[in-house]
């Protein structure tokens, strides 16, 4: 084995496939983080549709969780990368075809996460809350939505972690990520263990650091034992 490779390419892998920072229109955490913070705004809208009364709210948003959550990713990134230009008849950028897929397909998951935030809320506190006059929208602002979150922590940050790995698949359609940066050094070079090994390092590096940060923070916002 000879790691020379990943030194001689370390500015090109990092800085370019997982920073984004570099000739290509690329980058791991380019693609990671707007998707999860568009996706998690795209997931409470429809986790709270799907909780609406109105069917003709709550239907399309059940629909649309169990469509997208029945499908690969991806296939939904096949679709935006073949479809859209064939019926609009302009080509879309690799960045914008991999950014709208992932925030579209990871609001589903994150829908579902929402939904079961706010619905294991305890009921009593529910009907003490609007014993008090409160609004339907102060309720969620105030009681609902504050106890939910804390609830949801864990399941967020494992679709997180599962949408920061998947940002891998964008290199099908020539998105320069992480792994695809290794693809062409390696394609160059021909040390895929090397490099694969070292890529695999790093995806685990920042999955077992969120991991770490979100343990932190659950037990910091856990109610103290009296």
Same mark, same amino acid.
């Given at each position: 084995m000879?790691?020379?490779?990943?030194?001689?390419?370390?500015?090109?892998l990092?800085?370019?496939?997982?920073?984004g920072?570099g000739?290509?229109? *690329?980058g791991?955490?380019?693609?990671?983080?707007?998707?999860?913070?568009?996706?998690?705004?795209?997931?409470?809208?429809?986790?709270?549709?799907?909780?609406?009364?109105?069917?003709?709210?709550?239907?399309p948003?059940?629909?649309?969780?169990?469509?997208?959550?029945?499908?690969?990713?991806?296939?939904?990134?096949?679709?935006?990368?073949?479809?859209i230009?064939?019926?609009? *008849?302009?080509?879309?950028?690799?960045?914008?075809?991999?950014?709208?897929?992932?925030?579209?397909?990871?609001?589903?998951?994150?829908?579902?996460?929402?939904?079961? *935030?706010?619905?294991?809320v305890?009921r009593?506190?529910?009907?003490?809350?609007?014993?008090?006059?409160?609004?339907?929208?102060?309720?969620?602002?105030?009681?609902?939505?504050?106890?939910?979150?804390?609830?949801?922590?864990?399941?967020?940050?494992?679709?997180?972690?599962?949408l920061?790995?998947?940002t891998?698949?964008?290199?099908?359609?020539?998105?320069?990520?992480?792994?695809?940066?290794?693809?062409i050094?390696?394609?160059?070079?021909?040390?895929?263990?090397?490099?694969?090994?070292?890529?695999?390092?790093?995806?685990?590096?920042?999955?077992?650091?969120?991991?770490?940060?979100?343990?932190?923070?659950?037990?910091?916002?856990?109610?103290?034992?009296?």
């Amino acid at each position: 084995m000879d790691f020379q490779v990943i030194f001689n390419n370390f500015r090109f892998l990092i800085l370019q496939g997982f920073f984004g920072f570099g000739t290509f229109a *690329g980058g791991t955490l380019r693609l990671a983080l707007p998707a999860i913070v568009l996706g998690f705004i795209l997931g409470t809208f429809i986790g709270l549709a799907r909780l609406a009364r109105s069917r003709w709210i709550h239907w399309p948003a059940r629909i649309y969780v169990e469509f997208f959550r029945g499908v690969p990713l991806v296939m939904v990134i096949f679709w935006f990368w073949f479809i859209i230009p064939a019926l609009t *008849g302009k080509s879309l950028p690799e960045y914008a075809v991999a950014l709208t897929a992932f925030v579209i397909f990871e609001a589903a998951y994150l829908a579902e996460i929402v939904r079961a *935030g706010i619905q294991s809320v305890p009921r009593g506190q529910i009907e003490a809350a609007t014993a008090t006059g409160l609004s339907r929208a102060q309720l969620m602002r105030h009681v609902v939505l504050p106890q939910a979150l804390r609830n949801m922590i864990p399941a967020l940050v494992t679709q997180f972690i599962v949408l920061l790995k998947d940002t891998s698949l964008a290199s099908i359609i020539g998105y320069v990520d992480l792994t695809k940066a290794a693809q062409i050094v390696n394609n160059r070079e021909i040390r895929p263990f090397e490099l694969y090994l070292f890529i695999a390092l790093i995806y685990w590096l920042c999955s077992y650091s969120m991991s770490r940060y979100t343990r932190r923070w659950e037990n910091r916002l856990s109610p103290s034992p009296s």
